[in-house]
């Protein structure tokens, strides 16, 4: 069983920047690429950055490509999204998600377990 809590959302004016957390406990994410997704209200869930199990390798959505940056610390269990340059368009619950494998993958049934969700909100 894995436990993922995310953290750092908030209030931000266009332009401004965000750094996500993503905290893990029950199980060490360091065999697992992981990844970050983010829904909008009366939108699917859509994929916007994965990591592999060491970081070596990301793939990002063609919408934050540039702008966002995944990262992880595997020795504090812990995945991280730097956004900047916030658009008002990058409103969104985001969630963190574990892969059940170790490389990147932008298909949400590839993740098996997902935290509770953390909001952004861009002011334009």
């Known amino acids: 069983q894995v436990q993922l809590v995310e953290s750092g959302g908030g209030l931000v004016q266009a332009g401004g920047s965000l750094r996500l957390s993503c905290a893990a406990s029950?199980?060490?994410?360091?065999?697992?690429?992981m990844g970050w997704f983010r829904q909008a209200p009366g939108k699917e869930r859509e994929f916007v950055a994965a990591?592999?199990?060491?970081?070596?390798?990301?793939v990002y959505a063609d919408s934050v490509k540039g702008r966002f940056t995944i990262s992880r610390d595997n020795a504090k269990n812990t995945v991280y999204l730097q956004m900047n340059s916030l658009k008002p368009e990058d409103t969104a619950v985001y969630y963190c998600?574990?892969?059940?494998?170790?490389?990147?993958?932008?298909?949400?049934?590839?993740?098996?377990?997902w935290g509770q969700g953390t909001q952004v909100t861009v002011s334009s």
């Open positions: 990591i592999n199990w060491s970081g070596g390798s990301t």
């Open positions: 029950g199980r060490t994410l360091s065999n697992y690429a």
């Open positions: 998600a574990k892969r059940s494998g170790l490389g990147v993958r932008s298909s949400r049934d590839e993740y098996d377990y």
